[in-house]
């Protein structure tokens, strides 16, 4: 008997790890996660990324001394899967220090994508599509140099991110190819073969990127420059990394027809918030870099 799934085409939405695809613009992809305790949502976050990545990636996870079984649940997957590097750290140095560690260890070229340990994909060959939507970029400004958020669907339900125009980047068929993905812009079943794998990738434009699920180049990411500031509000760091690459102009934005994730953790339990802020107490007199925000500020 014919196999039924062949009348839906499903080379159509296949990634063929031994192609080469002219949207790929980047040959080493690193996600990166910091982790620190939450196990149920840390194993469910991790399991998306091997469900759904749909390309082949190196995961890079940094553990800030969780003390709930993440630990010895990250280093069991580090073991069986062997694309995945773990580093623990012997204690809890907060957001900001751990994340100059994961930028200093993730390699000086390809793409990173970061999201932290309560992020969980939702769709399919999501790497597809960031691949896409950086050669998007790269085919409107001759390179690809920009800060791609994901669509974290529960942020947006309570106005976490805002976008101030959409910027629609067209991608010929002859420039882009399968697998047909969000960004189609035709019918596969209308367009003739010169077309059917023409696209638009809608980018939400945006001066703060937010949601702790975002890609860009790795020389982007690595000149983040953390150790100069300090997140002055509970949750991360996102706003010294948005003012950074605005101050670079390097275009920033949501993927507005792209993959989507969802926030594990949010909104926020009232104990987190309080564990939040007792945590950002305590930094504020020993953290150095904290202080040297301070003294900056002081002498602005």
């Known amino acids: 008997m014919t196999d039924r799934r062949e009348e839906f085409n499903p080379a159509l939405f296949q990634h063929d790890p031994a192609a080469t695809y002219p949207w790929q613009v980047f040959d080493r992809v690193t996600i990166a996660m910091l982790s620190w305790n939450r196990q149920a949502m840390t194993e469910r976050a991790l399991q998306a990324i091997y469900r759904h990545a749909g390309m082949p990636f190196d995961l890079l996870v940094l553990d800030n001394a969780s003390t709930d079984g993440v630990a010895d649940m990250l280093e069991a997957m580090a073991a069986a899967q062997p694309n995945m590097r773990l580093h623990r750290n012997p204690e809890?140095?907060?957001?900001?220090?751990?994340?100059?560690?994961?930028?200093?260890?993730?390699?000086?070229?390809?793409?990173?994508?970061?999201?932290?340990?309560?992020?969980?994909?939702?769709?399919?060959?999501?790497?597809?599509?960031?691949?896409?939507?950086?050669?998007?970029?790269?085919?409107?400004?001759?390179?690809?140099?920009?800060?791609?958020?994901?669509?974290?669907?529960?942020?947006?339900?309570?106005?976490?991110?805002?976008?101030?125009?959409?910027?629609?980047?067209?991608?010929?068929?002859?420039?882009?190819?399968?697998?047909?993905?969000?960004?189609?812009?035709?019918?596969?079943?209308?367009?003739?073969?010169?077309?059917?794998?023409?696209?638009?990738?809608?980018?939400?434009?945006?001066?703060?990127?937010?949601?702790?699920?975002?890609?860009?180049?790795?020389?982007?990411?690595?000149?983040?420059?953390?150790?100069?500031?300090?997140?002055?509000?509970?949750?991360?760091?996102?706003?010294?990394?948005?003012?950074?690459?605005?101050?670079?102009?390097?275009?920033?934005?949501?993927?507005?027809?792209?993959?989507?994730?969802?926030?594990?953790?949010?909104?926020?339990t009232g104990e987190k918030i309080r564990l939040y802020e007792r945590l950002t107490r305590e930094r504020a007199v020993t953290d150095l870099s904290y202080l040297m925000w301070k003294v900056r500020r002081f002498f602005k």
């Open 92 to 268: 809890n140095v907060g957001q900001n220090r751990g994340m100059r560690q994961i930028r200093d260890m993730v390699p000086a070229d390809g793409l990173v994508v970061y999201l932290d340990n309560d992020i969980e994909f939702l769709s399919s060959n999501f790497l597809v599509h960031i691949q896409k939507a950086f050669h998007a970029v790269r085919l409107a400004k001759g390179r690809p140099d920009a800060v791609l958020s994901m669509r974290v669907i529960n942020g947006e339900e309570h106005g976490f991110r805002h976008a101030s125009d959409v910027l629609r980047l067209h991608v010929p068929s002859d420039r882009s190819g399968a697998p047909r993905c969000s960004f189609a812009a035709t019918n596969k079943d209308k367009a003739g073969p010169d077309r059917q794998f023409e696209e638009q990738v809608l980018v939400g434009l945006s001066d703060f990127i937010i949601n702790q699920c975002w890609a860009c180049p790795a020389p982007l990411f690595k000149s983040v420059p953390y150790e100069e500031l300090y997140p002055t509000y509970i949750g991360g760091d996102d706003a010294l990394a948005s003012a950074h690459w605005d101050s670079l102009g390097i275009p920033m934005g949501y993927l507005e027809n792209g993959p989507i994730a969802r926030h594990l953790d949010w909104p926020y």
